[in-house]
T-cell receptor
Framework: QEKVQQSPESLIVPEGAMVSLNCSFS?????SIWWYQQHPGKGPKALI?????GNKKEGRLTVYLNRASLHVSLHIKDSQPSDSAVYLC?????????????FGHGTILRVHP | GPKVLQIPSHQIIDMGQMVTLNCDPV?????FYWYKQILGQQMEFLVN????????KSKLFKDQFSVERPDGSYFTLKIQPTALEDSAVYFC????????????FGHGTKLSVL
């Protein structure tokens, strides 16, 4: 069964800082990895995904995937107070064609002005 | 952007009663999901549904659970009878395809079983 571990559990940074969030997964045969953002009382919102080894940049977000080490990271440049949320790493087995996501426990991010 | 609506946002019922959670998925989406999140714990997959059928379900999807989407209306999760451990937030999601596509989530229905 796929396991997804995230670190750190929580993070407090000043506005404008670079944020780095980590995620490790157990199945090397995966899969796309998604990062979701979840604000209190709301459902998760998809931010960015990666399938191939390497990195992918979208706006202030950059994600890095290393399949050999089963590790993916999300970096948020120039963080804003509105980025304060829980960040969820989720792994999907594209081969199974079921769309099932396995989530990590999340990292709580707080960006203070 | 596309929205998934969940009704109601909060439901309180007595143990043993039946409850139906309703989800209005994104209109052109074909895959539908239910996830369960207990306070302080990770989001866990319950079931997915495509073309009128359950494709995959987890061990959390007990025999008391059922899903359907009659005639393209609401996608529903029914629990009959409910148990105390069913108390959680239930999130509905939908996607256009099943292969690595982003899922669009609703805001959840908080179910409290007393």
């Amino acid at each position: 069964q796929e396991k997804v571990q995230q670190s750190p559990e929580s993070l407090i940074v000043p506005e404008g800082a670079m944020v780095s969030l980590n995620c490790s997964f157990s199945d090397s045969a995966s899969q796309s990895i998604w990062w979701y953002q979840q604000h209190p009382g709301k459902g998760p919102k998809a931010l960015i995904s990666i399938f191939s080894n390497g990195n992918k940049k979208e706006g202030r977000l950059t994600v890095y995937l290393n399949r050999a080490s089963l590790h993916v990271s999300l970096h948020i440049k120039d963080s804003q107070p509105s980025d304060s949320a829980v960040y969820l790493c989720a792994v999907i087995n594209t081969g199974a064609n079921t769309g099932k996501l396995t989530f990590g426990h999340g990292t709580i991010l707080r960006v203070h002005p | 952007g596309p929205k998934v609506l969940q009704i109601p946002s909060h439901q309180i019922i007595d143990m043993g009663q039946m409850v139906t959670l309703n989800c209005d998925p994104v209109s052109n989406h074909l895959y539908f999901y239910w996830y369960k999140q207990i306070l302080g714990q990770q989001m866990e997959f319950l079931v997915n549904f495509y073309n009128g059928k359950v494709m995959e379900k987890s061990k959390l999807f007990k025999d008391q659970f059922s899903v359907e989407r009659p005639d393209g209306s609401y996608f529903t999760l029914k629990i009959q009878p409910t148990a105390l451990e069913d108390s959680a937030v239930y999130f509905c999601a939908s996607s256009l395809e099943g292969q690595g596509e982003r899922l669009f989530f609703g805001h959840g229905t908080k179910l409290s079983v007393l």
